[in-house]
């Protein structure tokens, strides 16, 4: 290939366009924030404005202000967008048929991802910050959603009453505390206002083991709102040596194909200095490599 | 009206890069293959008319220069369209019902290689509403292939199905530039280009040219033994605006198609020019072309499309056979435009 020449070789035009009385007065509203179509002849409206209709009819000069919405009827994926591209991330062009008119304008959507892209979805223009009077002006469509944003931010108090904070206070210190009701003999972590054996509450506090069996787990793949962990996590429910009721935390520090019921596993702490009143003072639970606790001596508790 | 017929055509291979050659270098051969094969020269021809645009090389006038590729001396009677080179047969077809001459040169090359090829045709867009957006010719036609998906007129795995056959057939045509046997599930692995269009759903980009030569009556049956008789030309476009067409069919290549007399006998084969796989399948429709019909057997322009030529090729493919004595009744196509706006369909028979 070396024995022939080749050169870069750049081709630019530094040509004008006169716009005319129709296009011109489309591209000098989209200036102002303003779309308009033209009206055809037959009753129709076309945006964007054309001198001329598919017919060869002339249009009527008559301007119709249109509300900057419209819907896709064709769309295509540009996942590696070229150098000449509104935007410089993927996107789509699509065909959108303003409301209110006959035809449809070529145009480019901010979707973020495929997926949000349907026929038929509906779209409004985002305009341009700065505008001068070209189909630009319009820095592209985004999609227009069926439904309101409805969050709900309300502020209580957390009052955790005396059991509980029992429990928690115990955390603080790096201590698993329980609650016994003499009568049944049970310990609950964490203490609770009542046994349900006996319906006394479980007053007298003991310190249960940060050690225990895993009875049950589920493995978590699937995202949704207000997750704090990235899939895949585990879930498990561990009956401290010492409690008669499984307390709930993460399992980690194994591959989760190696997670199973009986499991004997310790809990693994934040750094001293971390801690609070809080069962976050643990970061998750994980093998102690023990031999698994067999099924009957934690078959009571599943 | 005058008979004319195609007596013979040439092509260079369809070559993704042909670092050897400028355009005049690409004409000369074909040109005098085309009519060596008929025993005449130039100063046999009454007219010669080529396809070409600048664009592609990005030379202005290099239309002009291609006659370089010519002996133009004494002077040629001689003309050129910014189109495909079968608009230029189609205006030489016409030249020659005047009936003062009996010969006509047609010739067409495109250099694909030399420029960005997807931006450079967004220049065929609207310049006030749409080439500021950038709308590359494959996101063009992606906007089509999605209607035709959401009118449920096809599916990708049709798509895919168009472009093994193109390919396969390919296998045949020593002057194919992509041709194999692919299965049609590897093909729907691909990524996307512009969704729903995958590479293989997409013609290449090839550096080619071609030349026929067109004579009319008693001097075509002269020139050789079985001239393919153009029985019926047309063509039609569409408006230019995308958003006023139904882009998932082609009442232009339908009408042509009845202008040309494409459904008045048996078709035995049609080169359709289908720069994307899921165009093929809005014109078989649109020509009538039903299952029995052997569409492309050259691999069409998904197996190799030289710009401003593969529309020319399809004429000549379709020809060759019936000069060949292999079809007797062909259908040739070509597009000019985005999202096969303009149509040009012509019937070809041997005696």
Redesign the interface.
């Known amino acids: 290939?070396s024995d022939?020449l080749?050169a870069p070789?750049v081709?630019q035009y530094t040509y004008t366009?006169s716009?005319g009385p129709v296009?011109g007065r489309f591209?000098e509203s989209l200036r102002y924030g303003v779309l308009e179509g033209v009206r055809t002849a037959d009753g129709g409206v076309?945006c964007?404005p054309?001198e001329y209709?598919?017919k060869g009819e002339a249009t009527t000069g008559e301007f119709i202000q249109l509300r900057p919405v419209g819907t896709v009827?064709?769309?295509?994926?540009?996942?590696e967008p070229?150098?000449?591209?509104?935007l410089d991330r993927p996107f789509a062009?699509?065909?959108i048929?303003i409301d209110g008119t006959d035809?449809?304008?070529?145009?480019?959507v901010d979707a973020e991802k495929?997926k949000r892209m349907k026929?038929g979805m509906r779209v409004r223009a985002r305009w341009a910050e700065e505008r001068n009077g070209?189909?630009?002006d319009i820095a592209c469509f985004e999609p227009v959603l069926p439904y309101l944003p409805g969050p709900v931010h309300l502020d209580y108090d957390v009052r955790p009453g005396q059991h509980y904070t029992a429990f928690l206070r115990g955390l603080q210190e790096g201590k698993l505390i329980g609650g016994c009701d003499s009568q049944s003999g049970k310990v609950y972590v964490p203490p609770r206002a009542a046994d349900p054996f006996t319906g006394n509450p479980t007053s007298e506090y003991v310190e249960v083991a940060d050690t225990g069996v895993l009875t049950t787990f589920t493995i978590i793949r699937i995202p949704f709102e207000g997750q704090k962990l990235k899939p895949p996590y585990c879930f498990g429910a561990i009956v401290l040596d010492g409690a008669d009721m499984p307390i709930y935390h993460l399992i980690s520090g194994v591959p989760y194909d190696q997670i199973r019921m009986g499991m004997r596993v310790k809990a693994k702490w934040k750094p001293r200095e971390e801690w609070e009143t809080s069962l976050e003072n643990i970061l998750y639970f994980e093998p102690t490599g023990e031999p698994d606790a067999p099924f009957e001596s934690y078959e009571e508790h599943l | 009206m005058r008979n004319v017929a195609i007596v013979s055509f040439a092509q260079l291979p369809s070559v993704r890069v042909s670092h050897a050659t400028d355009e005049a270098e690409l004409v000369q051969p074909v040109t005098s293959q085309a009519m060596k094969q008929v025993g005449i020269t130039q100063d046999d021809i009454g007219f010669t008319c080529s396809g070409s645009t600048d664009y592609l090389p990005g030379r202005p006038f290099s239309f002009v220069a291609a006659v370089d590729g010519l002996k133009a001396w004494p002077p040629i009677r001689e003309s050129h369209v910014e189109m495909d080179g079968a608009f230029a047969l189609y205006e030489a077809w016409v030249r020659l019902l005047h009936g003062d001459i009996d010969t006509a040169l047609v010739f067409s090359f495109g250099k694909c290689s030399l420029g960005p090829v997807p931006d450079v045709l967004n220049l065929q867009n609207d310049p006030y509403y749409v080439q500021p957006l950038g709308l590359d010719s494959i996101s063009a036609a992606a906007l089509q292939a999605q209607a035709l998906i959401d009118a449920g007129k096809a599916t990708e795995r049709d798509f895919a199905e168009v472009a093994v056959r193109n390919r396969k057939n390919a296998l045949g045509n020593p002057n194919a530039q992509i041709k194999g046997d692919f299965g049609v599930d590897e093909l729907l692995e691909e990524p996307y280009l512009s969704s729903p269009l995958r590479k293989s759903f997409c013609s290449p980009l090839s550096d080619s040219a071609a030349a026929i030569v067109l004579a009319a009556g008693d001097a075509a049956k002269k020139l050789t033994k079985r001239p393919a008789w153009i029985r019926g030309i047309d063509h039609r476009t569409e408006p230019h605006s995308l958003g006023q067409r139904d882009l998932t069919s082609s009442p232009s290549a339908k009408l042509a198609a009845e202008k040309a007399g494409v459904g008045k006998g048996k078709v035995d084969l049609a080169e359709l020019h289908a720069p994307f796989a899921h165009q093929e399948l809005i014109l078989r429709e649109a020509l009538g072309l039903g299952d029995d019909v052997n569409v492309n057997p050259s691999g069409g322009a998904l197996a190799a499309n030289s710009l401003m030529t593969a529309g020319l090729i399809r004429f000549g493919e379709a020809a060759s056979r019936v000069l060949a004595g292999k079809a007797d009744r062909a259908v040739a196509h070509t597009t000019n435009g985005v999202c096969l706006q303009h149509n040009l369909v012509a019937v070809l028979e041997g005696e």
């Open positions: 290939m022939f080749s070789y081709l366009r716009t296009i591209l076309l964007p054309l209709d598919e009827k064709s769309w295509t994926w540009v996942p070229r150098k000449g591209h509104p062009f699509a065909l048929q035809n449809a304008m070529v145009h480019v495929p026929t070209t189909i630009r």
